[in-house]
């Protein structure tokens, strides 16, 4: 079974950026899509971001679409979301998710149900 752990939250002054780390319990090789979501206090949680099986396709919403940067270390076994030109927007918790394998990711794919593992999720604090 696929463990995930998130790490890098915190505090961070607007403008500020911060990279979010999503470490897997075992290698996979890049075998599961890795999606990114976050959820603010008293809102659902939104798709923000997916890396594609191989990382031969990424997606990104329109919200955070040229700041937010995604990537994989599949020696390290280890997903990587670079923020940068933070907002206060961008606060809340931040989850990894493993969906099954795909070549493509899209706006569609991005809910927040139905995926095969989660990590507790850690928090990003946007604020002056």
């Known amino acids: 079974q696929v463990q995930l752990v998130e790490s890098g939250g915190g505090l961070v002054q607007p403008g500020g950026s911060l990279r979010l780390s999503c470490a897997t319990s075992r290698f996979f090789s890049g075998y599961y899509a890795i999606l990114w979501f976050r959820q603010a206090p008293g809102k659902e949680r939104e798709g923000v971001s997916c890396?594609?099986?191989?990382?031969?396709?990424?997606y990104y919403a329109d919200s955070v679409k040229g700041r937010f940067t995604i990537s994989r270390d599949n020696a390290k076994n280890v997903i990587y979301l670079q923020m940068n030109s933070l907002k206060p927007e961008d606060t809340g918790v931040y989850y990894c998710?493993?969906?099954?394998?795909?070549?493509?990711?899209?706006?569609?794919?991005?809910?927040?149900?139905?995926?095969?593992?989660w990590g507790q999720g850690t928090q990003v604090t946007v604020s002056s």
């Open positions: 890396i594609a099986s191989a990382d031969e396709d990424t």
């Open positions: 998710a493993a969906d099954v394998p795909r070549i493509r990711c899209a706006r569609e794919i991005m809910k927040p149900s139905g995926l095969y593992a």
